[in-house]
């Protein structure tokens, strides 16, 4: 059964109100996967070495590697420690150098970030 038009206008007109639109998209932060990836790489590349040589001494292949590295596989833990042992670094080194890059795009969300380590800082202190 077809509406009438003034059915089919009074449905229409109950819709609710469009939401106000943020008038600036905030830039979106990368992705873990795309910071790790950049950081293997270039230590990677500092050491003059190529995929082969690395993702051997890690155990994965060159393929998984480079995919890694260009961000588009979600490595595991045991992966990662794998890869950054492979290069001659620490998993600790490795986030705080991806800390760093995060922080040098996004000062304000680095503000906050620290603002919540201080908290949680002084709340370990409390409870101790």
Do not use: C, F
């Amino acid at each position: 059964m077809v509406e009438t038009s003034a059915a089919a206008h009074a449905n229409h007109a109950e819709e609710p109100p469009a939401r106000d639109m943020p008038t600036e998209a905030k830039p979106r932060e990368p992705l873990w996967r795309q910071m790790l990836g950049d950081s293997l790489r270039e230590r990677r590349n500092d050491l003059g070495e190529t995929l082969d040589e690395v993702a051997t001494r890690a155990g994965v292949s060159p393929q998984y590697l480079s995919e890694i590295e260009r961000g588009l596989k979600e490595p595991s833990s045991e992966i990662i420690a794998a890869v950054s042992g492979a290069l001659g670094t620490t998993l600790l080194d490795l986030t705080v150098d991806i800390a760093r890059s995060l922080a040098a795009i996004s000062p304000s969300a680095a503000q906050v970030s620290a603002t919540r380590v201080s908290t949680s800082q002084a709340s370990l202190a409390l409870a101790a």
